[in-house]
């Protein structure tokens, strides 16, 4: 067997075994690319009136949304400018419960409660990230199945590579005539969309595996030169607890900070879980990507600042591995280069999904064929 007919037999087999979640992935991904855009269309009542008053703080936020879910867990409040609501959300891994509750900033009357595990999207995310199957299942399959994608991709452009020259164009253009039989515009379809695509193809599938896989993840930050630790870190309080106070110093927290950054798009205050770990903010410093926003932690008895051994700290003291590592899902989404990457990774993700379909009928096509000649 010639090397090329190994390669060839090799995109085969795994071009079949792996079709079927190929083409769920890449269509779920389609829809996912403008999941904001078309979300914000009917979020009118995230708005509110601004008003001199002072907003909800913290702890008040916290604890007017827990009359709505007195049995779950408060992952985080989020707070953006004096225009919109509060936004508490609730976040429980076993049994998963994500929802949240939107407040008036000001009277602290609840606006809306959201279910992000219902809906359109929540659909369209199961089955991208674990085909609607059990967790446990279903995002196994999927990560094998995309790093398996990979060495398809790879193969493929080994085999489009034409033996003569004089054939490359062939391979680079549609060259269809009334004559053309429906086998040959396949396999242009196939070969030619597949050649275009490869190489963004192969971006999103190695960003999409880099979240399935931390070992992954460790390989790629270790050998862009990185130092840190690759995960997320709540440093503990640099103060001893000093017990009850009667003001907390975490509901004057937000206030500082929104007068210290005036152009944050948002800050998400999370609650420390022990008595022990510092209060972390998400600073979103730019609208519609995630990966310049800052980590920042506070003692929860004296609001000093703590510096984390982990990558997500602050954005300016990110380094070229770190930030590799923060832009990976803004990439993937193609949210990285605004509304034209978002554009690029939608067409990239559709015709992607085309090529398991042109695959499996160039398959059957030549199994077909060799039937109907015996």
């Given at each position: 067997?010639?090397?090329?007919?190994?390669i060839?037999?090799?995109h085969?087999?795994?071009?079949?075994?792996?079709?079927?979640?190929?083409?769920?992935v890449?269509?779920?991904?389609?829809?996912?690319?403008?999941?904001?855009?078309?979300e914000?269309?009917?979020?009118?009542?995230?708005?509110?009136?601004?008003?001199?008053?002072?907003?909800?703080?913290?702890?008040?936020?916290k604890?007017?949304?827990e009359?709505?879910?007195?049995?779950?867990?408060?992952?985080?409040?989020?707070?953006?400018?004096?225009?919109?609501?509060?936004?508490v959300?609730?976040?429980d891994?076993?049994?998963?419960?994500?929802?949240?509750?939107?407040?008036?900033?000001?009277?602290?009357?609840v606006?809306?409660?959201?279910?992000h595990?219902?809906?359109?999207?929540?659909?369209?995310?199961?089955?991208?990230?674990?085909?609607?199957?059990?967790?446990?299942?279903?995002?196994?399959?999927?990560?094998?199945?995309?790093?398996?994608?990979?060495?398809?991709?790879?193969?493929g452009?080994?085999?489009?590579?034409?033996?003569k020259?004089?054939?490359?164009?062939?391979?680079?253009?549609?060259?269809?005539?009334?004559?053309?039989?429906?086998?040959?515009?396949?396999?242009?379809?196939?070969?030619?969309?597949?050649?275009?695509?490869?190489?963004l193809?192969?971006?999103?599938?190695?960003?999409?595996?880099?979240?399935?896989?931390?070992?992954?993840?460790?390989?790629?930050?270790k050998?862009?030169?990185g130092?840190?630790?690759?995960?997320?870190?709540?440093?503990?309080?640099?103060?001893e607890?000093?017990?009850?106070?009667?003001?907390?110093?975490?509901?004057?927290?937000?206030?500082?900070l929104?007068?210290?950054?005036?152009n944050?798009?948002?800050?998400?205050?999370?609650?420390p879980?022990t008595?022990?770990?510092s209060?972390?903010v998400?600073?979103?410093?730019?609208?519609?990507i995630?990966?310049?926003?800052?980590?920042?932690?506070?003692?929860?008895?004296?609001?000093?600042?703590i510096?984390?051994?982990?990558?997500?700290?602050k954005?300016?003291?990110?380094k070229?591995?770190d930030?590799?590592?923060?832009?990976?899902?803004?990439?993937?989404?193609?949210?990285?280069?605004?509304?034209?990457?978002?554009?690029?990774?939608?067409?990239?993700?559709?015709?992607?999904a085309?090529?398991?379909?042109?695959?499996?009928?160039?398959w059957?096509?030549?199994?077909?064929?060799k039937?109907k000649?015996?």
């Amino acid at each position: 067997m010639t090397f090329k007919k190994f390669i060839f037999q090799l995109h085969k087999i795994l071009g079949l075994t792996t079709g079927a979640v190929v083409f769920i992935v890449a269509i779920t991904g389609c829809c996912w690319a403008f999941r904001d855009e078309i979300e914000s269309l009917s979020d009118d009542y995230k708005k509110v009136a601004p008003q001199n008053d002072a907003i909800l703080t913290p702890t008040k936020a916290k604890e007017l949304a827990e009359e709505i879910f007195p049995n779950n867990t408060v992952h985080g409040t989020l707070f953006k400018k004096r225009s919109d609501a509060i936004e508490v959300i609730f976040y429980d891994a076993e049994p998963e419960f994500y929802q949240s509750v939107f407040l008036n900033p000001y009277s602290g009357k609840v606006i809306q409660v959201d279910n992000h595990l219902t809906g359109f999207f929540a659909f369209i995310l199961k089955g991208h990230i674990r085909l609607w199957l059990p967790k446990e299942i279903g995002e196994q399959i999927v990560g094998a199945s995309i790093l398996i994608f990979i060495i398809i991709i790879i193969s493929g452009f080994i085999l489009w590579i034409p033996k003569k020259r004089k054939n490359l164009k062939q391979r680079l253009k549609f060259n269809w005539k009334k004559t053309t039989r429906w086998k040959r515009k396949n396999f242009d379809l196939h070969t030619i969309v597949g050649f275009y695509v490869c190489f963004l193809a192969l971006i999103l599938a190695f960003t999409g595996s880099m979240m399935s896989y931390n070992w992954l993840k460790y390989v790629v930050y270790k050998s862009t030169g990185g130092e840190k630790e690759v995960r997320f870190i709540i440093p503990e309080n640099t103060s001893e607890n000093i017990g009850n106070q009667d003001l907390i110093p975490m509901d004057y927290l937000i206030e500082k900070l929104q007068k210290e950054l005036p152009n944050a798009e948002s800050f998400e205050l999370h609650y420390p879980n022990t008595l022990d770990e510092s209060i972390y903010v998400e600073i979103s410093n730019s609208k519609g990507i995630y990966y310049d926003s800052d980590f920042r932690f506070f003692d929860q008895n004296t609001l000093q600042e703590i510096e984390t051994p982990g990558i997500y700290g602050k954005y300016e003291n990110a380094k070229v591995a770190d930030k590799i590592q923060r832009m990976n899902y803004d990439i993937h989404i193609g949210a990285i280069g605004g509304i034209a990457g978002k554009i690029i990774a939608f067409l990239i993700s559709l015709l992607t999904a085309s090529l398991p379909v042109t695959g499996v009928l160039l398959w059957y096509g030549r199994n077909y064929k060799k039937k109907k000649m015996a």
